[in-house]
């Protein structure tokens, strides 16, 4: 029999939540009876590790208000269960909320002696008991319900004073961690019932890795679990006796983000942003953008595409065009929007970046540290590289070709992630996870490619580049794919496009529209 919680959530399912990213506020914190949230004025020590002032007060009060603790004006919907015991006492588990000054070794207090707004500062306490999940069926007693289904973004943990203390001293039947230990949490997107979705891994964080404890605030992505209903909070420790942890499994939790949007530019279709009407086919035709350049929103993160019109062959483009090509296969400049393994990393839709002479072509959003994101050759790429064409070479063991991701602070860039997309006789062919991260806090975001064939200043090898899930972290397993070699000898290619489109590119400085083999210049004349 599943054992629900979340009773209050159903209630207010239909509220109507205006925003599109909410945050976690504790100062609206309040019981089911929409009390706010009050705190124990004395110390009122049950031990020297358990001390209440700055305590919700009915952390230890079997009352069924405090069954949940609710924020947020009924957004967050956080599990508070506290027992009666055999003995007379009552204990807790899920979460209660703390503003405690102090970083003490008490349940209640984290190292940075308050949340993430300064000391003293509300914030929320976890604790998961392993017991309590035991009888729950892996139900977690850590848990939070939202209002509806939500992409969480991120979360914000510390480590608890009491568990630090098992961490570095050891306590009661917890010994001090050693270099082979770990502390980790995991937290888990859930279902409608409030269990863990199994079909999504968690995202997992290291509180401690052998004797390096977290000792501060950390902001944790948790964009890789998609669209839930809620969140569940798991915790495990090396330290074990008869298979349940003897460290005190607790944590620390302030400034929850989600967001009624997903904030992971997926490229698919969805209202006011990316359209590719047709199946099997690429952003052309009725799907174009207007004439010149267009900004466009995928996620929480604004594109932008160089349109160059109807020449008389058809249309042609620079920056991001968005596809669903699924041929991983190209003639040539004919087929340029399709990936070295055919299709999406992910979904249907993906993008193709072909680097233009035009102007800026940068992705833009709100200040922020941006994980990463998935790249891959491009067919055309790879055709080029494998076999040269008209313009370039066919590719030796010396050759290379670079992707530089350059991240941008206040319009000024500030560092380069360069990404190897040949070199050494090997080319990226599968869809690879770029970490973006070392850019730190970033507003910007623009590209260049690098070939070692270029005449006259400009590159030969076709400057195109395949992207997907831009914003997403490393999901949980991730290996990166192995490298494919370049043949020895070229490949014959077939065309597997029956409508031949228009394609720009660049030679010599030069833009170049190129259709049935035939090249003209921007004004429809052939050259």
Request: glycine residues 8%.
């Amino acid at each position: 029999m599943k054992k629900i919680f979340f009773f209050a959530s159903a209630l207010l399912a239909s509220l109507s939540i205006s925003a599109k990213v909410i945050t976690l506020d504790l100062t609206t914190a309040q019981n089911l009876n929409s009390d706010p949230i009050a705190y124990e004025t004395e110390h009122t020590p049950v031990t020297y590790y358990n001390d209440l002032k700055n305590v919700m007060d009915s952390t230890y009060s079997v009352n069924p208000l405090y069954a949940q603790i609710q924020t947020n004006q009924g957004t967050f919907f956080f599990d508070h269960l506290p027992t009666k015991e055999n003995y007379g006492g009552t204990s807790w588990e899920g979460f209660t909320v703390s503003k405690m000054d102090v970083d003490s070794a008490n349940q209640f207090a984290c190292v940075a002696k308050g949340g993430v707004a300064g000391v003293g500062t509300p914030f929320l306490v976890g604790y998961f008991s392993e017991y309590a999940a035991y009888a729950l069926l892996d139900y977690s007693p850590c848990h939070v319900t939202f209002s509806g289904e939500f992409y969480p973004k991120s979360v914000q943990i510390c480590q608890n004073s009491l568990t630090m203390k098992n961490l570095k001293e050891g306590l009661g039947s917890a010994r001090a961690f050693t270099a082979e230990d770990e502390l980790t949490l995991k937290i888990y997107a859930i279902d409608d019932e409030g269990y863990n979705d199994e079909d999504k891994e968690p995202v997992i964080y290291k509180l401690a890795e052998g004797t390096n404890f977290n000792d501060g605030w950390v902001k944790i992505d948790l964009t890789p679990l998609g669209k839930t209903y809620g969140l569940n909070f798991e915790m495990t420790s090396t330290d074990q006796s008869y298979g349940f942890a003897n460290t005190a499994l607790y944590f620390a939790m302030d400034e929850l983000v989600i967001s009624t949007t997903n904030p992971i530019a997926t490229f698919e279709n969805e209202e006011g942003g990316v359209n590719v009407a047709k199946a099997d086919t690429c952003w052309q035709g009725a799907d174009a953008p207007a004439l010149n350049w267009n900004t466009w929103k995928s996620g929480d993160y604004n594109f932008q595409t160089y349109y160059g019109g109807n020449t008389g062959m058809g249309e042609y483009y620079s920056a991001f065009t968005v596809t669903n090509e699924t041929a991983n296969t190209s003639t040539g400049f004919t087929e340029p929007y399709r990936s070295a393994n055919g299709g999406a990393y992910a979904g249907e839709n993906f993008a193709v970046w072909n680097m233009n002479y035009y102007g800026a072509d940068t992705i833009t959003f709100d200040a922020q540290v941006v994980p990463g994101f998935f790249v891959n050759n491009t067919a055309y790429a790879v055709t080029s590289m494998c076999n040269g064409d008209g313009f370039a070479k066919k590719f030796g063991d010396e050759d290379w070709f670079v992707l530089y991701c350059i991240g941008i602070k206040n319009g000024v860039a500030v560092d380069t992630v360069e990404v190897d997309l040949a070199s050494a006789g090997t080319y990226i062919a599968e869809w690879t996870y770029v970490d973006l991260s070392t850019l730190g806090v970033i507003d910007g975001m623009t590209f260049s490619m690098k070939s070692s064939d270029e005449a006259y200043g400009y590159m030969n090898t076709p400057a195109y580049f395949a992207m997907d899930n831009f914003g997403s972290s490393l999901p949980f397993g991730y290996k990166e794919p192995e490298r494919a070699q370049f043949p020895k000898e070229p490949t014959a290619i077939e065309n597997t496009n029956a409508a031949v489109k228009a394609v720009k590119v660049i030679r010599n400085g030069q833009v170049l529209i190129i259709r049935d083999g035939k090249t003209y210049n921007v004004l429809g004349a052939e050259l």
